[in-house]
């Protein structure tokens, strides 16, 4: 009967476990993502754009004087994809903090509703998604999806 107790115990101990091991799976695919290349014109021996100069151009561009250039369906795709970051960040935090659940739950449906403003974007400019943009996907969704259970006590629940 102890070792049916025991067997039970491990099982509930593994399974805790497995959100949190592919929340970490999800963190560092996303963060290998930047190294690699994100985007690639059609000719397939173009020049490619690694990862982190794609997330930092998209986020700074659409504010500098030479987004004129844009139309504006580019710049809406261009200044939505650059907000998928920040607000991808900013959803595992605030699950953190039990009383900002409702709230995590709203970054994580903007961060999987601003995608596809990229593909509009890669669209308009002829370029084609690499393996960078299909890990930097797969590894938010393991995140916003395995996020741990933990909460931080805000100063008025002590």
Same mark, same amino acid.
């Given at each position: 009967?102890?070792?049916?107790?025991y067997i039970g115990r491990e099982r509930a101990s593994h399974e805790s476990?497995?959100?949190?091991?592919?929340?970490?799976?999800?963190?560092?695919?996303?963060?290998?993502?930047?190294?690699?290349?994100?985007?690639?014109?059609?000719?397939?021996?173009?020049?490619?754009?690694?990862?982190y100069y794609g997330a930092w151009f998209s986020l700074t561009y659409p504010?500098?004087?030479?987004?004129?250039?844009?139309?504006?369906?580019?710049?809406?795709?261009l200044l939505d994809g650059g907000w998928i970051n920040p607000a991808f960040?900013?959803?595992?935090?605030?699950?953190?903090?039990?009383?900002? /659940?409702?709230?995590?739950?709203?970054?994580?449906?903007?961060? $999987?509703?601003?995608?596809?403003?990229?593909?509009?974007?890669?669209?308009?400019?002829?370029?084609?998604?690499?393996?960078?943009?299909?890990?930097? $996907?797969?590894?938010?969704?393991?995140?916003?999806?395995?996020?741990?259970?933990?909460?931080?006590?805000?100063?008025?629940? /002590?």
């Amino acid at each position: 009967m102890s070792s049916t107790t025991y067997i039970g115990r491990e099982r509930a101990s593994h399974e805790s476990s497995m959100p949190r091991k592919l929340f970490f799976a999800g963190v560092a695919i996303y963060l290998a993502s930047f190294l690699l290349p994100a985007v690639g014109d059609n000719i397939p021996t173009s020049h490619q754009i690694p990862g982190y100069y794609g997330a930092w151009f998209s986020l700074t561009y659409p504010w500098g004087r030479d987004s004129e250039s844009l139309l504006a369906n580019q710049h809406l795709s261009l200044l939505d994809g650059g907000w998928i970051n920040p607000a991808f960040l900013a959803a595992p935090v605030l699950q953190l903090y039990r009383h900002r /659940a409702v709230l995590a739950l709203a970054f994580r449906f903007v961060t $999987i509703a601003l995608i596809p403003s990229c593909w509009l974007f890669f669209y308009y400019q002829r370029m084609r998604p690499r393996e960078s943009c299909i890990l930097w $996907i797969i590894g938010m969704l393991r995140v916003l999806f395995n996020t741990p259970s933990l909460t931080l006590r805000s100063s008025r629940d /002590a």
